[in-house]
């Protein structure tokens, strides 16, 4: 792969943020692999095409690429919220790359987030525009990236430093074990996986993580029965390999 943004591409753009934008589209389709299948190819999907910037011919999934200079943060802009809450729960939102560039135009990070590791949760709603606002009473969204657990956000280049196509789709199918496509029952699981990432040593035991019991309860308060649930989002997690139970309580983080 070459980092390098192709500063040629934006001759008929003035703007910053629509040069950002189509450099970086313009280096994805010409160097990037599709990291669900591997196949070498991405491309570009017609302009009035609602969802997604790019996809890949050989097993259809979608992508948008987002890019912000230097790092990520806590949050990412995207476009409209109530479209997004709806492509959310009716499980056609796109799958999402994000791109961090240097100052000299290079790609410094890309990191792969599947579209199974989205929920309402993450998304959050920003202020109408103003009155005076060309699209007055529009309501943006961001989202909150630091909330996605690390299990979702697979490295396709990091610190500049690229994974090769092999690597990258074996954790996206890994990781495509935890998928769900109920939201309500998605959303509990990525809130007991945030719960077992919070705890910093590789084993934990059921006791702590009861201690978020109160944290789960507030996040999804129809369901009386924290603890069975907590205990049920173990046993899914635990199936599908990414912990392991040792005995007395006890269970082992497996990266
Ligand atoms: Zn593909």
New binding site residues.
Partial sequence: MNLHFDESVTVNYKSNSQKIRVMSEFWALKNLF?P????IHIEKIQNNFPVGDIF?K??G?IFELKSKKNSTGAKILDGAYHTMIERITSNTNPQLLVMNYSKNLSVTNLIFIPKFFFTPAIIERRKPLSKNARRAGWIGCNILYKKIPEQGKINIIREGEEFKSDEVTSQYLRIKKLQIDNVRLRGWMLDVLNCINDIKSEIFTLKEIYKYAEFLKSRHFYNHNVEAKIRQQLQFLRARGFIEFIGRGMYKKIF
């Fill in positions: 599709c669900c299948c591997g196949d890949c050989n097993c999934e």
